[in-house]
């Protein structure tokens, strides 16, 4: 047992804690953090502490929680949340979990530490102790036959069931944005956190993140639970995005750009977080916008609408094949085929026209050709998978779908973000435009988003057409 120099509380301040999460964190605050970190109140503490006790009320089931980091939400949500709540319910069951199993125990340790301390014990011991054979980093049980198990994605299915479910940190910063690591922990929340609750109709589950990427755990959560209660914190005001949720919260703050903790962050550590983290680090993790407002590698505001392009400018067409069936099983929302039509001349670039659909292999074949015929000379390029599989592709395209078209496949090495630099400095320069259309909206709103976007088809396809037409020495293939 962990020794405190806190005296027991007294009766009226012991109540407040049992009947209270924030009463409660503020009085133990000090078992786990040193005299040099005083405890700072602020509202959003407030707001936390009132949505876990309504999950522990069993009036919210489903709980997001955006938040930048150093608000304490690892402090609440993974630390003194299950140890108040084992003060009258100790019979609950714990499941909570992080990206990294390492961060998980760090958490479970903290809590176990805290119901271990003579302040605790003093205080709240009475109801139960932990099982002597049951006391581990990563699982721990009580006589009331309470339990906490630390989970993380890479562990699957524990077999274990639980009254309350949080997941603090699904993602690694640089691991969301891996569409493969991103998709491993949605998978693991789909196929593994929905079989976990013993009691469906009353055990809930707590997400608590920063956004990373439009397509992380929080934007999956968002788009396929609408029942979701969304508590949505940035760092400094949004209006635009006000934070409302089921239980009366509103976000008090009334000016845009209003801190959300100015005593502890003040606009000199925003200044400085937002220089170490850069745009898209400081959209997602401080403003929980998984992309800056306006766009970051690219703004829509950089791009002019023009009714035309000269006609004889130097043109090329680039597709981003993608052979996905919209009617197949598997993703609901899958990746399109995507062909960007762009034209140069004296240095400006004009993005002329953009195709864009999901198809099965055939129907990709199909789009390519038709629009080759509706383009005419125009020489088109076609992305190149690595591998034998790629040149297959290209080379089935060449004699039996591109045949009299100058067709040819390009091999790329580098990652989507380099090889769109040198497309976004020439838009940010003024030199790219836009010929008026119907496809101008949602290729906008998805160069904003890149690279934490769900989708990057027409990213790529544009890259590579204004690569094309950067290199004055292009080696066309002759007509087959």
Request: hydrophobic share 35%.
């Amino acid at each position: 047992m962990l020794s405190s120099n806190l005296p027991s509380l007294n009766d009226f301040d012991r109540e407040l804690a049992r009947r209270h999460l924030k009463d409660f964190v503020m009085q133990a605050w000090h078992v786990l953090e040193p005299p040099t970190r005083p405890f700072q109140d602020n509202w959003h503490i407030s707001a936390i502490c009132d949505h876990l006790e309504a999950v522990s009320a069993g009036h919210i089931r489903k709980l997001l929680i955006n938040i930048p980091p150093g608000h304490m939400k690892s402090w609440l949500c993974s630390v003194a949340w299950n140890a108040w709540e084992w003060i009258d319910a100790p019979y609950t069951r714990w499941l909570t979990g992080a990206y990294s199993l390492d961060l998980a125990i760090r958490d479970t340790v903290k809590t176990r530490r805290l119901i271990d301390s003579n302040w605790y014990q003093e205080n709240f011991g009475e109801s139960f102790s932990f099982q002597p054979d049951q006391n581990q980093k990563t699982r721990y049980e009580n006589t009331e036959t309470g339990f906490r198990v630390a989970i993380t994605p890479g562990m699957g299915g524990t077999g274990e069931r639980g009254n309350r479910i949080v997941v603090d940190d699904g993602h690694n910063v640089r691991g969301a944005l891996s569409p493969v690591q991103r998709k491993e922990v949605i998978n693991w929340w789909d196929e593994t956190m929905p079989t976990r609750t013993n009691d469906p109709e009353k055990d809930a589950w707590v997400v608590i993140m920063q956004r990373l990427h439009q397509d992380d755990l929080a934007g999956h959560i968002m788009e396929t639970e609408p029942d979701v209660d969304h508590l949505m914190l940035p760092m400094e005001y949004d209006p635009d995005r006000k934070c409302r949720t089921s239980i009366q919260f509103t976000d008090p703050r009334k000016r845009r750009g209003e801190l959300l903790f100015p005593d502890r962050f003040g606009r000199k550590t925003l200044t400085e977080w937002t220089r170490r983290l850069g745009s898209y680090g400081a959209a997602g993790q401080l403003q929980q916008r998984p992309a800056p407002r306006g766009g970051g590698l690219f703004q829509r505001d950089w791009f002019e609408i023009v009714p035309g392009a000269p006609a004889d400018a130097t043109r090329v067409r680039y597709w981003d094949a993608a052979a996905t069936d919209p009617k197949g099983k598997g993703s609901n929302d899958p990746d399109y085929t995507a062909g960007c039509r762009m034209s140069e001349k004296a240095g400006i670039f004009y993005v002329e026209d953009v195709k864009r659909k999901r198809a099965n292999p055939l129907g990709v074949e199909k789009l390519v050709r038709q629009t080759a015929e509706l383009d005419g000379t125009i020489p088109v390029w076609m992305e190149q998978e690595g591998g034998a599989s790629g040149k297959l592709t290209i080379s089935h395209f060449q004699r039996n779908v591109m045949k009299g078209f100058a067709f040819r496949g390009n091999k790329v090495s580098s990652s989507k973000e380099a090889r769109a630099d040198p497309f976004s400095a020439a838009a940010e320069a003024g030199n790219v435009k836009l010929v008026k259309g119907a496809w101008n909206e949602e290729y906008l709103r998805e160069l904003e988003l890149f690279p934490a976007g769900k989708h990057d088809d027409q990213v790529d396809a544009s890259s590579g057409a204004f690569e094309k037409l950067n290199t004055k020495s292009t080696p066309w293939i002759e007509v087959l």
